[in-house]
């Protein structure tokens, strides 16, 4: 996956951070996400590079915002939003 993103200094897909991120979300006990209003990406990631991701609910029904970081660096950010019941 990382030979087109880029030859000669790779990087991660953004799909494949969104996808990490949402199931990191699901699998901490977080209400399942039916899509992104908002995302941003800040920064490139390398394969291999070390995230933390912080997750901060808005106001109940309307998502939660994360924030995903290398070391100090903001990397991605956005909002998830829960499936409608």
Known sequence: MFEGHFPGRPIVPGSLLIDLVVAAWEDSG???VSFLPSVKFHR????????????T???PGTGVRFTCLREETLVCSG????QTP
Do not use: E
Request: no cysteine.
């Open 79 to 82: 909002l998830l939003a829960p």
């Open 44 to 55: 490139p990631v390398a394969p291999g590079d070390a995230l933390v991701l912080h997750f």
């Open 57 to 59: 609910p808005t106001a």
């Open 30 to 32: 977080g209400d399942p």
